[in-house]
């Protein structure tokens, strides 16, 4: 069964402060893996998209890194905002159209 | 970039009646629409999954004659429920793939709360 968990499920943090979230998937054997951004009732903001072929993905503060064979995502943020207060969902796509998200990591930075 | 305009954004609607969600592609042809919804504390699941001119595709679980999903242009897909129930509130969302890149776009989401 093809699974997508997300630790922490909360977390929070001070400003300027660098973190970690993780996702990790039941199957190696990944076409994708997404990473997104969604703010309180709102919709879904594309954050970093890891191919299968590569092993992370920089864009600005964040930095996502893949290890299939441990089927494993990181999603790094450097130097912490309060405005990065917002919901991180991890999908993967494996062999199909559909992705396969995660709860997510509710993340609050304080000022 | 790509964009899929999403409306409405958020509606409130009695029991028993019908509510649409539309998903627009605007600068791009979408050959495939897929629905999602999110329940509390839960995460983004796949209801159905249509194709343009043709009949949707739903998931376990997911009754076809309460979500009516037509997709009968490149770019236009709209999701009806009927007879709406409280347990129908849920935040909807659509995501879009680009016949011409093969990517995907996820449109704002809806909030629908049947009261």
């Known amino acids: 069964k093809q699974e997508v968990t997300q630790i922490p499920a909360a977390l929070s943090v001070p400003e300027g402060e660098n973190l970690v979230l993780n996702c990790s998937f039941t199957d190696s054997a990944i076409y994708n893996l997404q990473w997104f951004r969604q703010d309180p009732g709102k919709g879904l903001t594309s954050l970093l998209l890891?191919?299968?072929?590569?092993r992370e993905q920089t864009s600005g503060r964040l930095n996502a890194s893949l290890d299939k064979s441990s089927g494993r995502s990181t999603l790094y943020i450097a130097a912490s905002q309060p405005g990065d207060s917002a919901t991180y969902l991890c999908?993967?796509?494996?062999?199909?159209?559909?992705?396969?998200f995660g709860t997510g990591t509710s993340l609050t930075v304080i000022p | 970039g790509a964009v899929v305009s999403q409306h409405p954004s958020r509606v409130i609607c009695k029991s028993g009646t019908s509510v649409k969600i539309e998903c627009r592609s605007l600068?791009?042809?979408?050959?495939?629409m897929f629905w999602y919804r999110q329940f509390p504390k839960q995460s983004l699941m796949l209801m159905a999954t249509s194709n343009e001119g043709s009949k949707a595709t739903y998931e376990q679980g997911v009754e076809k004659d309460k979500f009516l999903i037509n997709h009968a242009s490149l770019t236009l897909s709209t999701l009806t429920v009927t007879s709406a129930h409280p347990e129908d509130s849920s935040f909807y969302i659509c995501?879009?793939?680009?016949?011409?890149?093969?990517?995907?776009?996820f449109g704002s989401g809806t909030r629908l709360t049947v009261v």
């Open positions: 999908a993967v796509r494996w062999t199909g159209n559909q992705f396969y």
């Open positions: 600068d791009f042809q979408a050959t495939t």
């Open positions: 890891i191919q299968s072929s590569q």
């Open positions: 995501s879009a793939r680009d016949r011409g890149t093969t990517g995907y776009t």
